[in-house]
């Protein structure tokens, strides 16, 4: 897949009034992307903490600002939900009784079966709650993290549930891609099997490994420092991810992880094997092989063929910034 131009500036906006509801990496890049875009008339942020409603005022990312999900989802005819997966019953429960009929309801998590479970059984009949996920993402957060090309080209998977109506469907796809994404549809539990292996279990094993050398009898923490270059370095920055959004992962998403976990282990052993008994063949293949994923991603263009991971280049580029850091839910 070759890079896409970044989406132009709509004539006329996707919707009226759209509400977010949080405001952290995601929920900012929503709203920066909506604005230079012009994909909704009027942006209405809620927060509960007063200092990132604040802030996010400061950065002029809304039109209006309220602790109040009641406010924000007045009249609202999209509303998305950008808080941790832990968060979803909650929110659900709090924008309920407010959201006007047609209103469409979605959300960012990365983890779809367990937010239906939360939210569906307190939405109102007469609105479409359609989950989504957007796969982009860095390892900071806050309503400063968020920039205007994250989800440029970037995959954002739709989970609607049966019966959805095909208009709001429709709707909610044409914007995820006037933010720039590339649309998928699948099953929540198809969904939620997918993102254990290619992000749920790397950041697991990301926050191991980190751990794990920092238990190190041996190894001092100077010399971590120091030697970081290796691909420990990369690591810490999976691990640097925000730690209420992974916790509520790992509790949310805990069968498909726990699969994912016990595959990861015994391939584990299999390559402890092959080290002990210097079966170095084996050790080739695998390396090979893996390479060659590698390249297909590449290929994909979902990461970039630059050196350093085009950290350096990235400084100055929002859009090379979501490739070389894209430590993602």
């Not at 875009?37 to 604040?54: C, D, F, K, P, V």
């Not at 709707?171 to 549809?185: D, K, P, Y």
């Not at 063929?305 to 993602?328: C, E, H, M, T």
Request: aromatic fraction near 6%.
């Amino acid at each position: 897949m070759t890079q896409r131009p970044n989406t132009p500036v709509l004539d006329t906006p996707v919707f009226n009034k759209l509400a977010l509801i949080g405001i952290g990496l995601i929920g900012s890049s929503i709203a920066r992307v909506t604005r230079a875009r012009n994909l909704a008339g009027h942006i209405a942020i809620s927060s509960r903490r007063a200092e990132t409603l604040q802030r996010a005022e400061e950065l002029q990312l809304g039109d209006s600002y309220s602790q109040e999900v009641a406010d924000a989802v007045k009249d609202a005819d999209c509303v998305i939900v950008c808080v941790p997966v832990g968060a979803s019953e909650e929110t659900a429960k709090a924008i309920a009784p407010h959201l006007k009929p047609g209103a469409i309801v979605s959300d960012v998590g990365s983890v779809k079966r367990s937010v239906i479970d939360q939210m569906q059984p307190h939405l109102p009949s007469n609105v479409h709650f359609i989950p989504a996920h957007p796969v982009a993402g860095t390892e900071k957060s806050g309503p400063d993290a968020g920039f205007e090309t994250l989800f440029d080209n970037r995959w954002c998977i739709l989970t609607p549930l049966p019966g959805t109506d095909a208009d709001a469907l429709d709707r909610l796809s044409r914007f995820w891609t006037a933010c720039g994404a590339n649309m998928e549809t699948m099953e929540p539990d198809h969904h939620d099997l997918v993102l254990a292996i290619t992000s749920h279990l790397p950041h697991l094993i990301a926050y191991n490994i980190v751990g794990t050398a920092n238990d190190l009898e041996t190894v001092t923490e100077s010399e971590v420092m120091k030697y970081s270059a290796g691909g420990f370095r990369d690591f810490t920055r999976l691990a640097a991810s925000d730690p209420t959004m992974w916790r509520d992962v790992c509790l949310h998403n805990k069968d498909a992880l726990l699969e994912m976990l016990a595959r990861f282990s015994e391939d584990l052993s299999a390559l402890q094997r092959a080290i002990r008994w210097s079966k170095g063949d084996e050790l080739f293949d695998l390396f090979t092989h893996t390479r060659g994923i590698r390249s297909a991603i590449i290929d994909a263009g979902q990461e970039v063929d630059l050196p350093d991971f085009g950290r350096q280049a990235g400084l100055n580029s929002g859009q090379q910034k979501s490739d070389s850091g894209k430590a993602s839910e």
